[in-house]
């Protein structure tokens, strides 16, 4: 079974960008989608947007059109979720999970979060 | 998208204790890819259900999952101290996908 092991937390200033990786371990890198899930502190879950990283492709959430870039490197398992145009509110935990494509399953592997800061 | 509402927001009940939780979709969830994760405190999530109904591989069986129509329901039989928790349903037939806003169980 894949293993998602997340980039170290982050802060950074208002109006500046993060980007978090997010790099499987354990199984074939083409048999998932990876999706980013963010939550803020005492908030419910947010999905963010998912790429299948063989597919190249990506998917987002509306809210997040225009400032999230979902990208992947194949050669080494690695998937990116960049961040731009940071506020206070993009202060959260954010989750990389991994479903299997071709199947009924959901998210059933999960990173560690990284907990990204935005503050001045 | 598709807006999912949970029901009740807290749930306060005793171990041992059955547990009914609410999950009503805005919309006909394709192919019913609606799943269910358990949550606790600084915790990553954990799948527990799929496809409405099927357990995810580990989860003992007192957690079960129906559907009817729009309408999901996750129901824990008995529950254990461990089960004490926040719980998400989570549509991911249609992009984008969509999370409830979580039921909390406590004692």
């Known amino acids: 079974q894949v293993q998602l092991v997340q980039s170290g937390a982050e802060v950074k200033r208002p109006g500046s960008s993060v980007k978090v990786s997010c790099k499987a371990s354990g199984g074939t890198f083409s048999e998932y989608a990876i999706s980013w899930v963010r939550q803020a502190p005492g908030q419910g879950l947010e999905w963010m947007g998912a790429i299948i990283p063989t597919l190249a492709t990506a998917n987002f959430a509306q809210k997040f059109q225009g400032r999230v870039t979902i990208s992947a490197d194949a050669s080494t398992s690695t998937v990116y979720m960049e961040l731009s145009s940071l506020t206070s509110e993009d202060t959260a935990v954010y989750y990389c999970?991994?479903?299997?494509?071709?199947?009924?399953?959901?998210?059933?592997?999960w990173g560690q979060g990284t907990t990204v800061t935005v503050s001045s | 998208e598709i807006v999912l509402t949970q029901s009740p927001g807290t749930l306060s009940l005793s171990p041992g204790e059955r547990a009914t939780l609410s999950c009503r979709a805005s919309q006909i969830v394709t192919n019913t890819f609606l799943a269910w994760y358990q949550q606790k405190p600084g915790q990553a999530p954990r799948l527990l259900i799929y496809g409405a109904s099927n357990r995810a591989t580990g989860i003992p069986d007192r957690f079960s999952g129906s559907e009817s129509g729009t309408d999901f329901t996750l129901t824990i039989s008995r529950l254990e101290p461990e089960d004490f928790a926040v719980y998400y349903c989570?549509?991911?037939?249609?992009?984008?996908?969509?999370f409830g806003q979580g039921t909390k169980v406590e004692i």
């Open positions: 999970a991994s479903r299997p494509i071709n199947t009924r399953y959901g998210m059933d592997v």
């Open positions: 989570q549509q991911y037939g249609t992009s984008p996908w969509t």
